[in-house]
């Protein structure tokens, strides 16, 4: 397989997407952007072509005739969760030896209990994973860190009142741990892991479709993939080691995708984490003219998440309450503090929640329409995308404010892979780079651990 | 510009010039010279020198602070001193300036002045700047009010009342601080050799319209405008610089190179833009390097046309000095309307060849930041070549965003190039 990557590093998430020859989507991944830029790169690169694997062994799967194919198909919707079952474990054993290789090392200041604690909670961890995968509906979040921190946090709140062991005594090496963790490079044998998912689920079903089964795991396994050409952009992208004629700007990657997705696009409204981005393409999407917001992150996504953190609620619920609201509230600041402050005194004066996030809601697509207006305003069709895009509230204000200052019942367009815009982009002029005889690749080195230690160790000695 | 060892004879000589003004200023009051500060759009710098008096420019004090890391501190002073966040920088610069010693940029004090002279070109800004430091040196202020060329010219009325107040106000108060009449031969002469040093700026500004342009119309004409923009008109020091400028400047262009940058010289010209606004003079090689290193030329540009639009055929004229000073005041390009200024863009656009043309918006401006999308619009469609938004500050060191600008440079770049392609494509 030949794939072209693009890959979208984001402020909060770096996503991939991998073209065919023919420009055709074949895999798509999504990570924490983490700090260590790279590691995220890497990690995203390596979830699309996961996602380009499956695609395939789900076809593979698909094809397979006689008998004993229904119990192979009903395995091509659990393959998945298994694999993502098995590289979580595979984490977790990472992080294990991180964990007790820190509590050891703070093994005179700390409780003598402290290991065994920390054991009980990673075996617990280890043994709940599979229900984590294999039964539950649908994961929050595919990352290691909202899952594993999740389960860490939980059970040692529940291991802190049993053993007498404070809190913070039980979670400081797992804060640690998990940022060397998500920033080491671990190289992954598909093939093996694989395997180990096509084994865990295969023990129920008959030897026939266990061989059939482990027959297309072992040949989609060894498949290669070969990446031809590669393009990177987004927030982190002048910090990265990109070769200079592998990066886009960002603007011509979210105008590129966007276009592509929706070819009558002609304004593209991009919400990111801390961006907003106003462009304007022509009819073969070449961008024409932009505006994004300038020092301030007022109206971003960020910002959301800020008052999601200050309402107790998860960032996907702040849209659907706001959508309730009947009477929203007028609320004039963007900035993000201002809007807290505001936010903590209406709700003291009583007012609702609902029209509350309503006000706040607009106050942000306000702003996005100042930039919207600085870039040549909105023209036909008009695609919306980034992270904000999925929060239906930001949508129907949107529809609200263009009805009003533009023309009303124009064609709003929202992918639900919206947040794959801008990698999309990105492949898509790895696509052409490699057409046009100059294509880059993506070479990423492994962190040193080591020396990132001995950089500390001589600022503490400094400090000292 | 370039290392020291690779200095043009041009720079070296530049160097001199105004390390010796600094030091004609430094001990002006010793050696009996009165001092006039004063502003570089419609300055009256011949007037001043037949005179005999020495000129202060404030603006160019605060953007020599901003490039040697100084303003910071010195706004900060202002800022103490009770002088709004959102007061342009320049002033907040120079009042910091002020207030914290006075220190030149060659490091030597600068003298108070006898004199503060307004001219009004556009910038309502100066008028509250020359109260503030009215207040703070006590001495006399003379105002010269040149009205705003609102219908694009300049009628007989504009120029009558521009001569007018030179003759019954300008002049009698340089009299008056000087205890000298003015030497009406003297103003003449200034006034025929200012046109010479003209005639060869317009030849370094003109060499930008080969490919590749031999020079940077923007970041490097901010160090060619330096002597014609500040004390330097009118005297045969500033006709020796830019005869030698512009031997040099031809010479590169006979040999076929591209302009100097930080880095040394360029290498193949990819873009041609056209600038409008100052540009940031905090990060100022920086802020260069964002474009040099794109290979990114700049061949015209408004902002070093402030101090004066020679390329547009005015040149100061002996035959009748006090009428062609009124011109050049109100001919000034902060004097200029709105369309007045998309016109001259228009233009720069056509004659350059540009790519591209690309606005550098100043947080703490209001009089020219007003109104520069409209022209941004407005020169699109007239010429269908895509313009380019950026902002930052004049001397704020904190309205600087690295990222951000280099960010939008690059992504207008890339929207050129790409547009490029899909045209070549089609």
Redo the contacts between chains.
Sequence with gaps: MRVFVGIDLGSTTTKAVLLDGEGQIVGRGITNSRSNYEVACAVARDEALTSARFNLLARAIREIQGPAADAVHVFESRLLRAFRLELYLDELSALRTRILELAAGAAARSPASLPGALREILDEMEKAAPALFLQAEERRSDFFRDLAGAAFLTAAERMSGARGIRFEELVWPFDRAILDIETELRPMDFQQVLSRAAQRIGGEASADSRAKLSAVVAQMGREPVDEVSFVGTGYGRQTLPFPKAAVRSEILCHGRGAHRLFPGTRTVLDIGGQDTKAIQVDERGVVTSFQMNDRCAAGCGRYLGYIADELNLGLHELGPLALKSSNPARINSTCTVFAGAELRERLGLGEDREDILAGLHRAIMLRAMSLLARSGGVSEEFTFTGGVCKNPMACRVLRELVDENYAPGMTINIHPDSIFMGALGAALFALEDARAGHPQLLAISAPNREAKTERESLACEECA | MTTSASKDASQVRQKKMIGDHFDRLATAKEDGRKVVYTFVPGNLTELINAFGMLPVLPEINALQSGMRGRSGGYIGEAERAGHSEDVCSYVKCDVGMLRSGNIGPTGKPLPKPDLLLLSYTGCFTFMKWFEILQQEYRCPVVMLHVPYQAEGRITEEMRDYVVEQLTSEVIPAMARVTGKQLDPAALEEKMAVSARAEDALVRVWESARRRPSPIDGYFGGVYYIGPIFSAFRGTTDAVLYYEELAAEVEERARRGEGPLTPDGPMGPERYRLVVEGPPNWTNFNEFWRMFSRERAVVVASTYTRVGGLYDLGFRHSAADPLRSLADYCLGCYTNRSLPSRVDLLEKYIRDYQADGFLINSVKSCNSFSAGQ?LML?EL?KRTGV??G?I?SDLVDPR?F?R??V???L??YL??LE??RS?RDVS
């Design positions: 999308l619009r699109e895509p313009g938004f902002e309205y965003g990222a951000n280099e960010n939008r690059q992504s890339q929207m790409s547009r899909a």
